[in-house]
């Protein structure tokens, strides 16, 4: 069964840094690409960043560049989201999204979604 589970969101003021991971249970998401997205209330579920198989880093949300990377943790088998200089809107729920190899910003492209974790940037 495929499973992908975040962790690592909370609350952190503005300009703080968070770390969000994506980990999957019973497979490697090496031949994988993986997109980050989140979804403000009231909005639409919007791609942030996505990182594919090859290792090559996709920018979906020109407001996070220059703040937001995305890597692989092989040895943990994880996508890990490093979030810098983080703002009040940024403050959402972000999912991680499973597709073949490479990235796509249609969110139905992606097979699998993990349950979300919630990102409040608040002072």
């Known amino acids: 069964q495929v499973q992908l589970v975040e962790s690592g969101g909370g609350l952190v003021q503005p300009g703080g840094s968070l770390r969000l991971s994506c980990a999957a249970s019973?497979?490697?998401?090496?031949?994988?690409?993986i997109g980050w997205f989140r979804q403000a209330p009231g909005k639409e579920r919007e791609g942030v960043l996505c990182?594919?198989?090859?290792?090559?880093?996709?920018y979906y949300a020109d407001s996070v560049k220059g703040r937001f990377t995305i890597s692989r943790d092989k040895s943990k088998n994880t996508v890990d989201l490093q979030m810098n200089s983080l703002k009040p809107e940024d403050s959402a729920v972000y999912y991680c999204?499973?597709?073949?190899?490479?990235?796509?910003?249609?969110?139905?492209?992606?097979?699998?979604w993990g349950q979300g974790t919630q990102v409040t940037v608040s002072s």
């Open positions: 019973g497979f490697t998401l090496d031949y994988y690409a």
């Open positions: 999204a499973m597709r073949p190899r490479f990235c796509r910003v249609v969110k139905t492209d992606y097979q699998y």
């Open positions: 990182i594919s198989s090859s290792d090559a880093t996709t």
